[in-house]
């Protein structure tokens, strides 16, 4: 067996991980809430790069990520934030929204809004609109869609 055959021999598929529909579950919700059309999914990273490139794609959308600093090559525009173990720095290349454009953020999961609230702030310096803050997992006890200026949908609800 090669070398190579014998890597692909020792991987497996696990169907429907993390969440049978995922994607689809998504998508549907902001095609069919009446939003306007939305010209950039804004992924924080790190995880909120793994399914927000496919949910633009699903859009006809562009795809922008904001990143934790020092990342990004180019012009950037930065913004300080608090989560819940001290504070951190977000940042987003100056062109990647235009003034006018409709943006979504896009995260894995919402704790106490920090991260989002921020991701929220550099749309808004951009000239960007955020119609929708959208993330697969919620910790509702921590009331993080409370920061935010706009609403914001989530797949699963955890209250403990
Ligand atoms: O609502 P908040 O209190 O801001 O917390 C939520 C953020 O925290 C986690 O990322 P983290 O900053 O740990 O970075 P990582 O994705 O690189 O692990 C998570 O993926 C969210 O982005
Ligand atoms: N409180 C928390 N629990 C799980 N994941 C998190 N990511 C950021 N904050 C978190």
Do not use: C
């Not at 890597?7 to 939003?35: E, M, Q, Y």
Request: aromatic share 8%; hydrophobic share 45%; no cysteine.
């Amino acid at each position: 067996m090669s070398d190579i055959a014998r890597i692909k021999s020792l991987l497996r598929a696990i169907p429907d991980f993390p969440k049978k529909a995922l994607v689809t579950n998504i998508t549907h919700h902001l095609l069919s809430s009446g939003l306007p059309k939305i010209d950039v999914v804004v992924g924080l990273d790190a995880r909120g790069f793994l399914l927000g490139p496919w949910i633009a794609n699903r859009l006809g959308a562009a795809f922008v990520p904001v990143r934790k600093a020092g990342k990004l090559p180019g012009e950037t525009t930065r913004v300080a934030y608090e989560k819940e173990y001290g504070t951190d720095y977000f940042e987003m290349q100056k062109d990647a929204i235009k003034p006018g454009q409709n943006a979504i953020v896009l995260d894995d999961l919402i704790a106490t809004g920090g991260s989002a609230k921020a991701a929220g702030e550099l749309i808004k310096s951009h000239g960007g609109k955020t119609l929708e803050y959208v993330f697969f997992v919620e910790l509702t006890a921590l009331k993080g869609v409370q920061q935010l200026d706009a609403p914001a949908y989530s797949l699963i609800q955890f209250d403990d």
